[in-house]
């Protein structure tokens, strides 16, 4: 029996100040060794060794070749993959002839290190959680931004289907009408169907008399064009523009928002439409999609930052999408047993409580090298845990077409 409790969200812009990462293991001390080789260089108190070494920080050196003078209690301050650095106790000059040796330093029981994404045991996320690799649970899913797409759709005057003129008419007036229809659907069902949110805008122009199809879509496209609704929030799609071209003899409108799609038809309520128009269709040649983790989908959500799990120590307000940002999304789960529950108190059940984690981290090189530990150290989870990459490109890409971002994966 899994008991599964809510998701914890997180939105975060900048992760050097609101969401310091970092990877630990357990302790394991250092044996005994000897650098057997390697040029060393004096430098006051700091000597540089050219050779690679696996000791740990703090590792004190115990014994030195014939030779070779260092003064006592000389310590490792900095190690890399092909050199070591040691502090001298007082300045000196260091004549290194051939060997160090290192004292053994023995492993506390309870201490954790640092380590990186590749061999940590613990992700460390400031201000959400300490996630031991072996209490992932479920599905991790790794989602890259999808940009939204302003949907175009267009009629062709060369094309009966999408548009038919009678050819006999009068001179007047033609109505239009072009409806936005939002592509999430609405709890309501209508006719069994979800219903979804509309709008109507109604374009009403003369025609001349025994007007052609394309002299309709033209003057369609001017009053259009001449209609526009300006909005002062610049950084906000405007729900109600539609643009309008015409080349080829092709009227192409293009979606304000992406998250509506366009239809179009004529006014049949209008008699005079009737005897100029018999078909009035538009087709979607570019079908609008919000997108995935961008601002547009992202802009409404009020989420938990490091801010508002820690107040005291780093006080401010909810942390909100930033505008025409996007943003990477990590979803996983964790698994605790709960032995207090197990047994006769759940009818002799093993039971274990599932915690969820959301975290959207933007998108962008100051962030890009967390956002790729993070799910390399997730990645490294057992067998049994599903992974997921998703990318511009689309769902259930390998990790490196995630990790780069595009499809060749490198």
Excluded at 72 to 83: F, L, N, P
Excluded at 87 to 102: C, E, G, N, P, V
Excluded at 207 to 235: G, K, M
Aim: no cysteine.
């Amino acid at each position: 029996m899994i008991l599964t409790k809510g998701t914890k969200e997180a939105l975060v812009n900048d992760v050097a100040s609101a969401f310091q990462v970092s990877f630990l293991k357990p302790d394991a001390g250092a044996a005994a060794q000897t650098n057997t080789s390697g040029a060393a260089t004096s430098n006051s108190t700091s000597v540089v060794i050219t050779a690679a070494y696996a000791g740990v920080v703090g590792q004190v050196i115990s014994s030195v070749t014939a030779g070779t003078t260092i003064p006592a209690g000389t310590r490792v301050t900095a190690i890399s993959a092909d050199r070591l650095t040691l502090t001298l106790s007082a300045a000196a000059t260091i004549a290194l002839s051939s060997a160090l040796s290192f004292a053994a330093i023995a492993a506390i029981a309870g201490k954790e290190v640092s380590a990186t994404a590749a061999d940590g045991t613990v992700l460390r996320i400031r201000g959400f959680g300490r996630f031991f690799l072996n209490s992932l649970a479920g599905t991790v899913v790794a989602q890259r931004a999808v940009a939204p797409v302003k949907g175009i759709y267009t009629v062709s005057a060369a094309v009966p289907a999408q548009i038919t003129v009678t050819g006999t008419n009068t001179a007047g007036p033609v109505t239009v009408l072009v409806k936005q229809v939002s592509l999430s659907p609405l709890p309501e069902y209508i006719s069994g169907e979800p219903g979804r949110w509309y709008k109507t805008r109604a374009y009403t122009f003369q025609v001349p008399v025994n007007v052609t199809a394309t002299d309709l879509l033209t003057r369609l496209n001017t009053e259009i064009q001449n209609t526009q609704v300006l909005f002062p929030e610049a950084d906000e799609p405007a729900e109600l523009i539609i643009t309008s071209s015409f080349a080829g003899g092709v009227l192409s409108l293009t979606s304000g928002d992406p998250s509506v799609s366009l239809e179009v038809s004529f006014n049949d309520l209008d008699a005079r439409s009737i005897q100029v128009l018999t078909v009035l269709k538009a087709v979607s040649s570019a079908p609008s999609s919000e997108g995935v983790n961008n601002y547009l989908v992202l802009k409404g959500g009020r989420l938990q930052t490091a801010g508002t799990n820690d107040p005291y120590a780093l006080p401010g307000q909810l942390e909100l999408a930033e505008v025409n940002a996007n943003y990477t999304s990590v979803s996983f789960a964790t698994a605790t047993a709960r032995p207090d529950l197990s047994g006769q108190a759940a009818a002799d059940q093993s039971v274990a409580t599932s915690n969820k984690f959301l975290v959207y981290v933007k998108e962008g090189a100051a962030n890009e090298a967390v956002i790729k530990d993070v799910v390399n150290f997730l990645s490294r989870s057992d067998a049994a845990v599903i992974k997921v990459y998703g990318t511009q490109f689309g769902a259930n890409k390998t990790k490196n077409q995630f990790l780069f971002n595009n499809e060749a994966g490198a």
